[in-house]
Antibody
């Protein structure tokens, strides 16, 4: 059974860089889209972006200038960096495994395995 | 605002049927995925590829799609179904992913 274990600093000051890592246990790294999602307190889910096993990235346009995702296939890990954080970046950050496919003419995308979440607070 | 539109809140009497909808232009080309999230927990996948349920999801959960609207139906809602529900799919450009704003389901 695939599990994702995530970690990273939970308290940051404004202008610092958020750095989170997610390790994949019990499954293959290839063939999937490794994603990051966040949820500000009391608000909905926000897709941050994804990286596939080849290292191709796709970021939320609203965060693209500050986001970098990378992967380490030798360790089955992928990472998120978000620069110049502000209080608006305070959220629970989740990593997840993404799958995509097609049924006749319709494409589908879903994330089936999620990490437990890391609470990141930005405060001076 | 999200490119996928959900009603903020819906209520259902215990044992009755409820439909939660998600609207967006991208849904004409891409299937919606549905997640259930309870307070303090990570989201759980309940429906993918329009109407597929992962192992362990009760069969009272079903999905459908028509035009620009995807629906999650709970037939015979239980108290434990009270949660936030989010749809997820491609955005209107087709290049990025997006969540709906979420629907808070209350089981009365």
């Amino acid at each position: 059974q695939v599990q994702l274990q995530q970690w990273g600093a939970g308290l940051l000051k404004p202008s610092e860089t958020l750095s989170l890592t997610c390790a994949v246990y019990g499954g293959s790294f290839s063939g999937y889209y490794w994603s990051w999602i966040r949820q500000p307190p009391g608000k909905g889910l926000e897709w941050i972006g994804e990286i596939n096993h080849s290292g191709r990235t796709n970021y939320n346009l609203s965060l693209k200038s500050r986001v970098t995702m990378s992967l380490d296939t030798s360790k089955n890990q992928f990472s998120l960096k978000l620069t110049s954080v502000t209080a608006a970046d305070t959220a629970v950050y989740y990593c997840a495994r993404g799958i995509r496919g097609v049924v006749i003419i319709h494409y589908y995308y879903y994330m089936d395995v999620w990490g437990r979440g890391t609470t990141v607070t930005v405060s001076s | 605002s999200s490119e996928l539109t959900q009603d903020p809140a819906v209520s259902v009497a215990l044992g009755q049927t409820v439909r939660i909808t998600c609207q967006g232009d991208s849904l004409r080309s891409y299937y919606a995925t549905w997640y259930q999230q309870k307070p303090g927990q990570a989201p759980i996948l309940v429906i993918y590829a329009k109407d597929n349920r992962p192992s362990g999801i009760p069969d009272r959960f079903s999905g459908s799609s028509s035009g620009n609207t995807a629906s999650l139906t709970i037939t015979g809602a239980q108290a434990e179904d009270e949660a936030d529900y989010y749809c997820y799919s491609r955005d209107s450009s087709g290049d990025h992913m997006v969540f709906g704003g979420g629907t808070k389901l209350t089981v009365l």
